[in-house]
């Protein structure tokens, strides 16, 4: 993968694009999604802001935390910047076109599930329960 196929990949996914390559953003469902990559870090991120940290009641920051290992899947709450985010690491180089995609939709289902499910997909990870 790289930016000139993320490019692509991008376009198909929404008309509302700003940016350059290597920093989008763009709007999936009413969500504000931001895609940052460094070619030679051999890195990408997907991300969503999804509340203010300052609107994060303690006892919710431990439901993230929860949420991470068994119902986040490959998206994950994250707090930077004064924001909790819904963000999908990868190494870039790996990154296959239906992970990207299949990212940018567990990062926008992570975000809109926050107070509720907290969950990316309609799947529950249930494994090492002993």
Do not use: C, K
Request: net charge negative; no cysteine; glycine share 6%.
């Amino acid at each position: 993968m790289n930016n000139r196929t993320l490019q692509t990949l991008i376009e198909s996914l929404s008309q509302d694009i700003e940016g350059d390559p290597g920093d989008w953003t763009f709007t999936v469902a009413s969500r504000q999604v931001v895609v940052i990559t460094d070619e030679a870090a051999d890195r990408m991120r997907i991300m969503t802001p999804v509340v203010e940290d300052t609107d994060l009641p303690a006892e919710q920051a431990r439901t993230l935390l929860e949420a991470n290992f068994d119902r986040a899947l490959d998206a994950r709450y994250a707090l930077s910047r004064g924001y909790v985010w819904s963000a999908f690491i990868h190494p870039l180089s790996a990154l296959t076109e239906d992970e990207f995609v299949d990212g940018v939709r567990q990062v926008v289902t992570l975000a809109e599930n926050y107070g509720t499910s907290y969950t990316s997909t309609h799947l529950v990870f249930q494994g090492g329960q002993n």
